[in-house]
């Protein structure tokens, strides 16, 4: 198992622009999160699927944010009309549940201009 | 409210001293988990200890150990005979006794060779 992988890497967008974001997961792990991490701050949680549900949402994702996991696999996290305030980088991690801790992917890095 | 606090941002240590990153949390909840995380510099994300609130016995990882004292609601990091790979920002977290990770701010740690 090659650990969790995110892609891109990174994405430089347009102010008003759509963006997605890929996470494939440890395939043994049923939980999947998202989180967005600020420069100087620590993460922030997003969202956490158990399978192909949803289960949780913060408030900080906004109607303009949509994530989806599809069969329970991969997942993707999109932004539309995405703001600068969106500039962050966006951590996906999963796991067996919060108890076992997160393996988390290497982030994909968003800037907005 | 629910929170993790790491009141130090930025600590240093000579090559194969000691040293201790502090963290607190607030809860209520009784039965949780807490994590320290460490973040090398454009790396994930690396689980570094784990912790059960209901264990009464601190958490050891080889050179990494936790003071966990569940009624000061304090949970330390302790990092013997340091090395040069162990320069990172550290994160606390716990789990609150849900499925998502709160994190504090972080700290930044220097390895002076």
């Known amino acids: 198992d090659t650990g969790v992988s995110q892609n891109p890497r990174h994405k430089i967008t347009k102010r008003g622009q759509n963006v997605t974001f890929r996470c494939d997961p440890i395939?043994?792990?049923?939980?999947l999160y998202w989180y967005r991490q600020t420069l100087g701050q620590g993460p922030e949680f997003l969202t956490y699927?158990?399978?192909?549900?949803?289960?949780?949402k913060s408030r900080l994702l906004s109607d303009r944010f949509s994530a989806e996991r599809p069969k329970g696999s991969f997942s993707t996290l999109e932004i539309q009309r995405t703001e600068q305030g969106d500039s962050a980088m966006y951590l996906c991690?999963?796991?067996f549940g919060s108890g076992y801790g997160y393996t988390f992917g290497s982030g994909t890095r968003l800037t907005v201009v | 409210a629910q929170t993790v606090t790491q009141s130090q941002p930025e600590m240093s240590v000579q090559e194969a001293e000691t040293v201790t990153l502090s963290c607190t949390y607030d809860t209520s909840e009784s039965d949780y988990y807490l994590f320290w995380y460490k973040q090398p510099p454009s790396r994930q994300m690396i689980l570094v200890i784990r912790?059960?609130?209901?264990?009464?016995q601190n958490a050891t990882e080889n050179r990494f150990s936790v003071n966990f004292q569940k009624a000061a609601k304090s949970f330390s990091l302790k990092i013997s005979d340091s090395q040069l790979g162990d320069a990172a920002m550290y994160f606390c977290?716990?789990?609150?006794?849900?499925?998502?990770?709160?994190f504090g701010t972080g700290t930044r740690l220097t390895i002076i060779p």
């Open positions: 699927f158990q399978n192909e549900a949803q289960l949780e």
């Open positions: 912790q059960e609130a209901y264990k009464q």
């Open positions: 977290a716990t789990n609150f006794g849900n499925e998502k990770l709160t």
């Open positions: 991690a999963s796991s």
């Open positions: 395939s043994e792990h049923n939980r």
